[in-house]
Protein backbone atom coordinates (compact mmCIF):
# COMPACT_ATOMS: atom_id res chain seq x y z
CA UNK A 1 0.00 0.00 0.00
CA UNK A 2 0.92 3.79 -0.75
CA UNK A 3 0.81 5.82 1.44
CA UNK A 4 0.67 9.98 -0.32
CA UNK A 5 1.41 12.83 2.11
CA UNK A 6 -1.35 15.10 1.96
CA UNK A 7 -1.23 17.42 -1.58
CA UNK A 8 0.04 14.64 -2.98
CA UNK A 9 -1.10 13.88 -6.51
CA UNK A 10 0.25 10.57 -8.76
CA UNK A 11 1.08 11.73 -12.21
CA UNK A 12 2.44 8.68 -13.45
CA UNK A 13 3.21 5.06 -13.11
CA UNK A 14 6.39 3.28 -14.60
CA UNK A 15 6.07 -0.16 -15.36
CA UNK A 16 8.05 -3.13 -16.97
CA UNK A 17 7.18 -2.96 -20.91
CA UNK A 18 4.82 -6.17 -21.93
CA UNK A 19 7.11 -7.79 -24.41
CA UNK A 20 9.75 -8.50 -21.03
CA UNK A 21 6.53 -10.31 -19.92
CA UNK A 22 6.05 -12.34 -22.90
CA UNK A 23 9.84 -13.45 -23.23
CA UNK A 24 9.26 -14.69 -19.93
CA UNK A 25 5.53 -16.42 -20.42
CA UNK A 26 7.09 -17.92 -23.94
CA UNK A 27 9.51 -19.35 -21.52
CA UNK A 28 7.02 -21.29 -19.82
CA UNK A 29 4.56 -22.05 -22.84
CA UNK A 30 7.67 -23.94 -24.12
CA UNK A 31 8.60 -25.94 -20.56
CA UNK A 32 4.93 -27.12 -20.64
CA UNK A 33 5.72 -29.03 -24.18
CA UNK A 34 9.07 -30.17 -23.12
CA UNK A 35 8.04 -33.78 -21.70
CA UNK A 36 5.66 -34.05 -24.62
CA UNK A 37 8.32 -34.11 -26.96
CA UNK A 38 10.71 -35.83 -24.97
CA UNK A 39 7.59 -39.21 -24.83
CA UNK A 40 7.35 -38.32 -28.90
CA UNK A 41 11.00 -38.93 -29.19
CA UNK A 42 11.38 -41.46 -27.05
CA UNK A 43 8.34 -43.36 -28.60
CA UNK A 44 9.89 -42.85 -32.23
CA UNK A 45 13.45 -44.00 -31.51
CA UNK A 46 12.77 -46.98 -29.03
CA UNK A 47 8.99 -47.66 -29.99
CA UNK A 48 8.34 -47.86 -26.71
CA UNK A 49 4.07 -49.64 -26.16
CA UNK A 50 2.30 -47.29 -24.49
CA UNK A 51 0.41 -49.18 -21.52
CA UNK A 52 -2.12 -48.44 -19.05
CA UNK A 53 0.28 -48.08 -16.02
CA UNK A 54 2.67 -46.09 -18.29
CA UNK A 55 0.13 -43.92 -19.50
CA UNK A 56 -0.95 -42.78 -15.89
CA UNK A 57 1.99 -42.73 -14.29
CA UNK A 58 3.53 -40.29 -17.37
CA UNK A 59 -0.34 -38.06 -16.58
CA UNK A 60 0.58 -37.72 -13.39
CA UNK A 61 4.04 -36.92 -13.65
CA UNK A 62 2.87 -34.81 -16.22
CA UNK A 63 0.36 -33.03 -14.06
CA UNK A 64 3.01 -31.86 -11.46
CA UNK A 65 5.36 -30.56 -14.46
CA UNK A 66 2.75 -28.58 -15.67
CA UNK A 67 1.67 -27.48 -11.79
CA UNK A 68 4.95 -26.24 -11.37
CA UNK A 69 5.29 -24.23 -14.22
CA UNK A 70 2.07 -22.96 -13.97
CA UNK A 71 3.48 -21.91 -10.58
CA UNK A 72 6.29 -20.05 -12.40
CA UNK A 73 4.40 -18.40 -14.53
CA UNK A 74 2.48 -16.80 -11.52
CA UNK A 75 5.31 -15.55 -9.85
CA UNK A 76 7.04 -13.84 -13.16
CA UNK A 77 3.46 -12.53 -13.70
CA UNK A 78 3.08 -10.94 -10.54
CA UNK A 79 6.92 -9.64 -10.70
CA UNK A 80 5.87 -7.88 -13.59
CA UNK A 81 2.66 -6.83 -12.70
CA UNK A 82 3.98 -5.06 -9.20
CA UNK A 83 6.87 -3.88 -10.33
CA UNK A 84 6.36 -0.27 -10.57
CA UNK A 85 7.24 3.47 -9.95
CA UNK A 86 4.98 5.24 -9.15
CA UNK A 87 5.60 9.18 -9.42
CA UNK A 88 3.82 12.06 -7.82
CA UNK A 89 4.35 15.59 -8.19
CA UNK A 90 6.70 15.55 -4.89
CA UNK A 91 8.60 12.32 -4.93
CA UNK A 92 9.17 8.90 -7.00
CA UNK A 93 8.04 5.75 -5.08
CA UNK A 94 10.17 2.79 -6.32
CA UNK A 95 7.90 -0.37 -5.46
CA UNK A 96 10.26 -3.70 -6.34
CA UNK A 97 8.40 -7.29 -6.28
CA UNK A 98 11.12 -9.70 -5.35
CA UNK A 99 9.01 -13.11 -5.62
CA UNK A 100 5.53 -13.79 -4.11
CA UNK A 101 5.75 -12.23 -0.40
CA UNK A 102 8.91 -10.46 -0.68
CA UNK A 103 8.57 -6.79 -1.63
CA UNK A 104 11.13 -3.61 -1.06
CA UNK A 105 9.62 0.19 -1.15
CA UNK A 106 11.81 2.86 -1.60
CA UNK A 107 11.41 6.77 -2.53
CA UNK A 108 12.97 9.85 -2.84
CA UNK A 109 11.95 13.17 -3.10
CA UNK A 110 11.95 14.85 -6.77
CA UNK A 111 14.93 17.10 -5.47
CA UNK A 112 17.65 14.63 -4.15
CA UNK A 113 17.82 13.61 -7.76
CA UNK A 114 21.08 14.49 -9.61
CA UNK A 115 20.63 12.79 -13.07
CA UNK A 116 18.57 10.81 -14.69
CA UNK A 117 20.02 7.80 -17.73
CA UNK A 118 18.57 5.48 -19.77
CA UNK A 119 19.73 2.92 -22.02
CA UNK A 120 18.39 1.10 -24.85
CA UNK A 121 19.99 -1.65 -26.16
CA UNK A 122 19.28 -3.68 -29.51
CA UNK A 123 17.36 -3.53 -32.42
CA UNK A 124 13.81 -4.91 -30.72
CA UNK A 125 14.29 -2.74 -27.88
CA UNK A 126 15.06 0.12 -30.33
CA UNK A 127 12.19 -0.83 -32.04
CA UNK A 128 9.55 -1.50 -29.14
CA UNK A 129 10.74 1.56 -27.04
CA UNK A 130 11.99 -0.17 -23.95
CA UNK A 131 14.91 0.18 -21.94
CA UNK A 132 16.56 0.52 -18.72
CA UNK A 133 15.72 3.77 -16.31
CA UNK A 134 18.61 5.09 -14.14
CA UNK A 135 18.09 7.62 -11.38
CA UNK A 136 20.54 9.21 -9.35
CA UNK A 137 20.19 10.39 -5.90
CA UNK A 138 22.11 11.89 -3.45
CA UNK A 139 20.68 9.80 -0.69
CA UNK A 140 22.39 6.44 0.78
CA UNK A 141 21.05 4.27 -1.81
CA UNK A 142 21.97 6.45 -4.68
CA UNK A 143 20.57 4.36 -7.93
CA UNK A 144 17.38 3.42 -8.69
CA UNK A 145 16.85 1.22 -11.70
CA UNK A 146 13.84 -0.46 -13.41
CA UNK A 147 15.12 -2.65 -16.02
CA UNK A 148 12.69 -2.92 -19.40
CA UNK A 149 11.10 0.16 -18.62
CA UNK A 150 8.46 1.29 -21.18
CA UNK A 151 9.05 4.30 -22.84
CA UNK A 152 11.76 5.42 -21.09
CA UNK A 153 12.75 8.42 -23.40
CA UNK A 154 9.41 9.75 -22.12
CA UNK A 155 9.41 8.96 -18.74
CA UNK A 156 13.31 10.61 -18.55
CA UNK A 157 11.59 13.71 -20.07
CA UNK A 158 8.53 14.11 -17.71
CA UNK A 159 11.16 13.32 -14.45
CA UNK A 160 13.49 16.07 -16.12
CA UNK A 161 9.99 18.20 -16.58
CA UNK A 162 9.28 17.60 -12.69
CA UNK A 163 12.83 18.72 -11.13
CA UNK A 164 12.45 21.53 -13.24
CA UNK A 165 8.92 23.00 -12.32
CA UNK A 166 9.81 22.26 -8.61
CA UNK A 167 13.28 24.25 -8.52
CA UNK A 168 11.60 26.99 -10.45
CA UNK A 169 8.67 27.31 -7.94
CA UNK A 170 10.91 27.50 -5.28
Same mark, same amino acid.
Given at each position: ?15 K?? /?????? =? $??S?? =? +?? @??? !? /??F +???? %??? &? ?5 ? /? ?9 ? !?L? &?? *? ?11 D !?? !? *?????? &?? @????G *? /? ?7 ? $??? #????? *?? #???? &? =?T ?8 V ?8 F? @??? =?????? +??? %? ?6 D ?5
Amino acid at each position: MIYLEPNEKILLEVRKHW /FIFLIE =A $LGSII =A +VF @IPL !V /FLF +VLNF %FYN &IPITIPL /FTLFGFLYSGW !VLL &IW *IYFFVVWTDYYLD !VW !V *ITNERI &ID @INQKG *I /FNREISSFH $LNR #IQDVT *IE #ISGL &I =ATFLHFGTLHVQTAGEKREFI @IKG =ANKPEE +VKN %FILKLCKDEYDSK
